[in-house]
């Protein structure tokens, strides 16, 4: 599959339609392939070859011109949201290499009155997107995703649901700079439907988000977990709501049973697919259909089967994959793996490999097979999912101690019914300022969000004399745990 020439072919055969619905602003078909191709022919004729364009914004239209433009003239695009703070902006541009970083603004002005240009194609090796996720050392890091990655998941999604061409509606909840934005966006691109995208404001407001869900007409809901389950609050939520819904596409971290139970009692027209995979992986790797009978038979429910042409293991310590029943790491071995993280050969070496020829990742969490299913049971280190994002508590910890005054930092989940909620700060300080806790902890926030985007921000801040310590003389994180229960 050709992916911008899928995408072409609804810029010809119906310019008219939207492509893509944000902020109460539409782009067309027609526009989005002309102006993006006159954007690419500035690109091309101004930038070093190959060289990655940091795309910076929030859910614009203008966006969707600049992915496609960067594509169009041979190289990467980096997505960054603006909730990203300025500083780790600057430090993503300059580990990405990036030639040019766009804004909206900046799109507008390049793309409109120009003369499209030849587009110079994609091998499949080359890099298509370039994803910056959380480091467990504070710094972010690189995933860049090839055309052959993001075709093979591509053909995989198309053909698992039989999306209905030139019909289909899907609803973008996450930024661009989240990897589940692509479970809606080219789905929907290459099949000639609607991208409906809600932005932060209108999700922070339920009477705009109900009323942007109600005028729709979605046919396909992507989302994390969590973001239906803060929609299921509302008793309007349901089939009356969205009476085109035909399925419910869940990534990012775990689907609770008791909001799959919810969906299917409230859209009972509507499919709900759990699925999984990790960044280095292109979005998601298995997914399963969640029916009344899994629900009844599992708890928590399974994360499905691999996508055809891709393994996915469950290995030992020694790097033998276990029997079916046994925990172990899961391994992702096939066309959809990254190449490995940009420009860190010392974290590529941990973490990607060769398996029987084909690239393969180590991704660090724990599964086994069960009655032919894979199921997810956590994380084997200290990165958590939260809402989605997937965070490197080590990352926060860094942050926090880099901050004035901080001595030393530990940053634990805050579960609820299983599920990661929120994060919380244990923190000592190199001098007890005569100030009530409250706002300390307001103070150490504040400074976070120039460091952090909001997500990694701590939720609730502990002010602690000195840690515990276990018996490797590293502060007991299994005693601080215990004082959020």
């Keep these: 599959m050709e992916i911008i020439e899928r995408i072409e072919h609804w810029g010809k055969m119906t310019p008219d339609r939207a492509a893509f619905i944000s902020g109460g602003r539409t782009l067309t078909y027609g526009e989005l392939c ?32 600049a992915y496609l433009a960067a594509i169009k003239s041979g190289r990467a695009y980096v997505p960054v949201d603006t909730a990203v703070p300025p500083q780790r902006i600057e430090r993503i541009v300059a580990a990405s290499g990036a030639a040019l970083t766009l804004s909206p603004e900046q799109v507008a002005g390049l793309a409109d009155g120009r003369e499209p240009g030849p587009r110079r194609r994609l091998e499949t090796d080359d890099h298509y997107y370039i994803m910056f996720t959380s480091g467990s050392t504070g710094e972010p890091k690189g995933v860049p995703i090839t055309y052959g990655c993001l075709q093979s998941f591509l053909e995989w999604i198309l053909a698992e649901h039989a999306f209905e061409e030139g019909q289909e509606v899907f609803l973008n909840v996450v930024p661009y700079s989240f990897d589940v934005s692509l479970m809606d966006t080219y789905p929907a691109l290459v099949t000639g439907g609607t991208v409906t995208s809600v932005t932060r404001d209108e999700i922070a407001s339920p009477r705009q988000l109900y009323q942007l869900l109600g005028r729709s007409a979605l046919t396909t809901w992507v989302s994390t977990p969590s973001f239906a389950q803060m929609c299921l609050v509302e008793p309007a939520f349901k089939r009356e709501l969205l009476p085109r819904l035909r399925r419910f596409l869940f990534c990012g971290e775990t689907l609770a049973p008791e909001v799959a139970s919810q969906l299917l009692d409230r859209f009972p027209d509507a499919e709900v697919w759990n699925t999984y995979g990790p960044t280095e992986a292109t979005v998601a790797t298995t997914s399963i259909r ?4 899994l629900l009844n038979r599992y708890s928590p429910l399974p994360i499905g089967y691999p996508m055809p042409g891709t393994r996915v293991l469950v290995m030992d310590e020694q790097g033998r ?15 959809n793996v990254s190449p490995g993280y940009l420009n860190r050969p010392d974290l590529i070496e941990q973490v990607f490999f060769r398996l029987d020829g084909r690239r393969a990742y180590r991704t660090g969490d724990w599964g086994r097979y069960r009655d032919g299913m894979l199921f997810f049971e956590g994380r084997m280190d200290n990165q958590v999912k939260l809402h989605g994002y997937r965070i490197e508590l080590a990352d926060v910890e860094a942050n926090l101690r880099a901050l004035p005054g901080v001595r030393d930092a530990v940053v634990l989940p805050v579960l609820r019914q299983g599920v990661v909620d929120s994060l919380a700060a244990f923190v000592i300080l190199n001098e007890r300022p005569p100030r009530p806790d409250f706002q300390l902890a307001a103070e150490l926030k504040l400074q976070l969000t120039e460091r952090l985007p909001a997500y990694m921000i701590p939720r609730k801040f502990t002010f602690l004399e000195s840690f515990l310590m276990n018996v490797n003389g590293k502060a007991d994180r299994r005693k601080l745990a215990e004082a959020l229960t």
């Design 34 to 65: 002309h102006r993006s191709s006159a954007l690419a022919a500035h690109l091309a004729g101004t930038l070093p070859e190959k060289s990655p364009v940091v795309v910076l914004g929030h859910k614009e239209p203008e966006l969707l011109i």
């Design 290 to 293: 969640i029916t009344r009978d």
């Design 321 to 335: 994959e276990v029997p079916a029943g046994e925990r172990g790491e899961i391994i992702i071995s096939g066309p």
